[in-house]
């Protein structure tokens, strides 16, 4: 039954900025086990179980439940929970966002905060925040990391990595793959036109 649950909510949906620029899987996967707030909105007779607890029995209606983010979207559709919006998506730390990756370490405060953030946008309705991380998506925090990514090969910038929320690894893996494979074709291109220009001068002239 689990499973089948979460392979309903890890469908791509449809003008996720976050999705397009990067893909979905396993991405979302991961991403759906991030644990959220909810508060239960019916009286839930046999769902002790939901914190944890075989024995748990019953609980109220206004309950706190910490669930797993995919079956927290399951159950707010059919109005048996509110998901509450986590500090990490409070005001303080979206406006961080627009200060750039060296400011705030978004890797230990949740590792796929774009993603979990764009489904927590939808489920409670704050556009805001969805404006918000797509302007972080198109600004300074992911050109940052692209930047470093072209100037990364020769330098150590694990630490620096470590502090880029997954979706802006995936952005930094891509960029520093393609500047690597770059550079490896222009020295093989002047190896050619080396190898070239020694073959011409050491060639014998034609005579007649």
């Known amino acids: 039954m689990r499973s089948g649950w979460k392979l309903r909510g890890v469908k791509a949906r449809a003008g996720d900025p976050v999705g397009a620029i990067l893909g979905d899987a396993p991405r979302a996967l991961l991403a759906d086990e991030e644990l959220v707030d909810c508060t239960l909105l019916i009286d839930g007779e046999g769902m002790g179980?939901?914190?944890?607890?075989?024995?748990?029995?019953?609980?109220?209606?206004?309950?706190?439940?910490?669930?797993?983010?995919?079956?927290?979207?399951?159950?707010?559709?059919?109005?048996?929970?509110?998901?509450?919006?986590?500090?990490?998506?409070?005001?303080?730390?979206?406006?961080?966002?627009?200060?750039?990756?060296?400011?705030?370490?978004?890797h230990s405060i949740a590792p796929y905060y774009y993603t979990v953030g764009h489904k927590l946008a939808d489920a409670t309705g704050e556009d805001s925040l969805r404006k918000e991380l797509r302007a972080a998506i198109s600004g300074d925090r992911f050109e940052k990391a692209f930047d470093w990514s072209q100037v990364?090969?020769?330098?150590?910038?694990?630490?620096?990595?470590?502090?880029l929320a997954r979706e802006e690894q995936e952005l930094f893996d891509a960029g520093y793959r393609a500047a690597r494979d770059v550079r490896a074709w222009k020295r093989r291109r002047t190896a050619r036109l080396t190898?070239?220009?020694?073959?011409?001068?050491?060639?014998?002239?034609?005579?007649g």
């Open 49 to 106: 179980h939901l914190l944890g607890d075989d024995k748990a029995g019953d609980l109220a209606k206004g309950a706190q439940l910490k669930l797993a983010l995919w079956l927290a979207l399951v159950l707010a559709k059919k109005n048996m929970v509110r998901i509450s919006l986590p500090n990490r998506y409070g005001a303080s730390v979206r406006a961080d966002l627009e200060a750039g990756p060296t400011v705030v370490d978004l």
């Open 152 to 163: 990364s090969l020769d330098r150590d910038v694990s630490e620096l990595r470590e502090t």
């Open 195 to 207: 190898t070239a220009a020694i073959y011409k001068r050491a060639a014998p002239e034609r005579v």
